[in-house]
């Protein structure tokens, strides 16, 4: 498979930065990662670990947006399909307004300098949350986005933006009471069926949610994805949170036992 085909390298055994299997990150891992489908990241820390350098804030989010590179060519080398990362909650915009200016501006700085990498990777780009109350220029930058890597098939890298699982919750549940009334959806069905009106409705569960920084919260974020999901939390700030830290919590995640509610060997 060539550079620039919008397919998976992965399944080739070639890697999108690596020239062989054999380079790539995955070397060792393959069946940890096998059952570890979706990754889903809270990016925490990028405040602290801007101001114990003595920058301001917004250089932690700018390294944060550099390290979401990093992170999801190393997760895509890893094996997983989806990896999903909290860059803007509902409660962010308590945040004062030029930290809420920079957050709002820097997916334009972030595609500008990767989306052309991202595409010859094969990565297919996924929204979050509730554009519509983005600014017009964020909104149209992150659509974007998702419309020029639509039909490729590695890694589906997912930016919530506007994000809140509550509200994601609310929505959904108001879109049934609709289909109900309209004839368009019975009043009984199963939670597969209601997935269906959750944003992330294409998508499978979360399998591993991390949290970076040391702060031991799930903020509204993925609550009905993450059911089943194995959690980790780490100390590491998200700049500082390296492809090694994500294989250390895969491997991690290799060693759980994943039950699902059921007993094992009966
Ligand atoms: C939480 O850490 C982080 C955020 C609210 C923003 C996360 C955003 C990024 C990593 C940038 C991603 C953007 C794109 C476009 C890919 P914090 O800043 O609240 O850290 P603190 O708790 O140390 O203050």
Not at 228 to 252: D, G, H, M, N
Request: aromatic content about 10%; glycine content about 8%; hydrophobic content about 35%.
């Amino acid at each position: 498979m060539t550079k620039g085909t919008g397919e998976s390298r992965f399944s080739s055994g070639i890697c999108c930065c690596s020239e062989t299997f054999e380079e790539c990150y995955n070397f060792g891992m393959s069946e940890q990662t096998k059952s570890c489908r979706h990754v889903a990241i809270i990016m925490d820390g990028n405040g602290r670990w801007a101001k114990a350098q003595g920058k301001p804030r917004t250089a932690g989010h700018l390294a944060g947006a550099d390290n979401v590179r990093t992170i999801a060519i190393a997760a895509s080398e890893l094996g997983i399909e989806y990896l999903t990362l909290y860059a803007f909650s509902t409660e962010n915009w308590k945040r004062s307004e030029t930290e809420v200016n920079y957050l709002m501006k820097l997916p334009k700085v972030f595609f500008g300098k990767y989306m052309k990498e991202f595409i010859d990777c094969g990565y297919r780009m996924r929204m979050l949350g509730e554009l519509d109350q983005l600014p017009k220029g964020t909104k149209q930058v992150l659509e974007e986005a998702v419309e020029l890597s639509k039909n490729n098939t590695g890694l589906n890298l997912t930016l919530a933006m506007n994000y809140g699982s509550q509200r994601e919750i609310v929505l959904a549940a108001e879109q049934y009471a609709r289909d109900v009334r309209d004839g368009k959806a019975s009043l009984d069905i199963s939670n597969e069926e209601f997935e269906q009106y959750l944003m992330t409705k294409d998508m499978p569960n979360v399998d591993l949610m991390i949290r970076t920084s040391g702060e031991l919260r799930i903020s509204n974020y993925l609550l009905w994805q993450i059911a089943y999901a194995e959690l980790e939390f780490v100390p590491e700030a998200w700049p500082e949170f390296t492809p090694e830290v994500l294989k250390r919590c895969i491997s991690q995640f290799g060693k759980r036992d994943r039950r699902f509610g059921g007993v094992k060997d009966e």
